[in-house]
């Protein structure tokens, strides 16, 4: 394996952002073969034994991909305090220490999540500098106007701040909009903000990644270039 820099390695696990991982080296928490890690010092995950908080940090096995179909009424999260169920439960016992997902939907949304061991993919996906789309199909109350569908291709103002302008169309009461943002329950304030009530949201797509007909609560493997 060819050397790296330290805090790409760091990344690559899952442990940290890049830029949490240099915080991580200059605080002092990372050490490589025993010495304190400089931002910069390069290793090698097979032979050198590089140490986060005092934890061996070790190469992934190799990187996994998923795509799944989030039911409505799951909590996107390892546990949850209330006793909710979680999506992680719809994996398979040995997945589910290996993978995390990378961004979330709220409790009453369902569609499609991305779940990796891959750090730098988690990077590129959460970071808004990126502008990866997501794609949402929406069923609100009534058929909107032109005015409201306008007023969400501007952007509109919801409690985390204005949005960015969306692409959007309809077809009757069901609104497709895609948005490059993640702010917390977007969608929904968004709709909400131009006077319509959601009955149900589903994401329907991820950057090139399409939900298509995985069924609800199940998953399937897919490749990295499937979604970047």
């Known amino acids: 394996m060819e050397p790296i820099r330290v805090q790409k390695f760091i990344s690559e696990q899952g442990t940290a952002s890049r830029r949490k991982a240099e915080e991580f080296i200059r605080s002092g928490q990372v050490s490589i073969n025993g010495k304190r890690a400089k931002l910069g010092d ?9 140490k986060v908080y005092g934890k061996i940090l070790k190469p992934a096995e190799g990187k996994i991909y998923l795509a799944l179909n989030k039911p409505k009424e799951y909590m996107v999260s390892k546990s949850d305090p209330e006793h909710r169920r979680t999506i992680f439960k719809l994996l398979p016992k040995e997945l589910q220490s290996k ?7 709220d409790y009453h949304t369902e569609g499609l999540l991305i779940l990796t061991n891959d750090g730098e993919l988690t990077q590129q996906l959460a970071h808004p500098s990126f502008e990866h789309e997501k794609e949402y199909e929406v069923l609100v109350n009534l058929a909107p106007n032109d005015a409201q569908l306008q007023k969400l291709r501007d952007g509109v103002d919801i ?15 069901t609104i497709n909009i895609i948005i490059h943002e993640g702010k917390k329950r977007q969608v ?3 709709i909400e903000a131009v006077g319509l009530k959601v009955k149900n949201l589903k994401r329907t797509r991820i950057n090139k990644l399409k939900l298509g007909n995985i069924p609800v609560g199940q998953f399937i493997e897919v490749e990295k270039s499937d979604i970047i």
């Open 99 to 105: 993978v995390w997902n990378i961004g979330r939907l």
């Open 188 to 190: 929904r304030r968004m």
């Open 42 to 50: 390069k290793v090698n995950p097979e032979l050198d034994e590089i």
């Open 159 to 173: 409690a985390t701040g204005t949005t960015y302008p969306a692409k959007v169309k309809n077809k009757g009461s």
